[in-house]
Nanobody, 115 residues
Framework: QVQLVESGGGLVQTGGSLRLSCAASGLIFSINAMGWYRQAPGKQRELVAGLTSGGITNYADSVKGRFTISRDNAKNTVYLQMNSLKPEDTAVYYC?????????WGKGTLVTVSS
């Protein structure tokens, strides 16, 4: 059974940084494109960043230049480095397959950016 466990969220001030991690188990991680998604209060879940198995990245316009997605296949982990955080980045962050989110969602990790 596939399991996704996100971690690394927290409370940070505007302009700060966080690094999120997503540990995946139960799948052949190295051949799966993975993505980070977020859901802010009252809003739909949206794609933040995607990373193919070949290293091609895709970012939402709102995070381009500030966020970086990466992966460590040996650790079955995908990361999201978030810099220059803004209050509008406040959300619960999830990882899943990309671009089709066919895996069971994990619990996510909450990121709160204070102004």
């Amino acid at each position: 059974q596939v399991q996704l466990v996100e971690s690394g969220g927290g409370l940070v001030q505007t302009g700060g940084s966080l690094r999120l991690s997503c540990a995946a188990s139960g799948l052949i991680f190295s051949i799966n494109a993975m993505g980070w998604y977020r859901q802010a209060p009252g809003k739909q879940r949206e794609l933040v960043a995607g990373l193919t198995s070949g290293g091609i990245t895709n970012y939402a316009d709102s995070v381009k230049g500030r966020f970086t997605i990466s992966r460590d296949n040996a650790k079955n982990t995908v990361y999201l480095q978030m810099n220059s955080l803004k209050p509008e980045d406040t959300a619960v962050y999830y990882c899943n397959a990309y671009p089709s989110t066919y895996l069971l969602w994990g619990k996510g990790t909450l990121v709160t950016v204070s102004s």
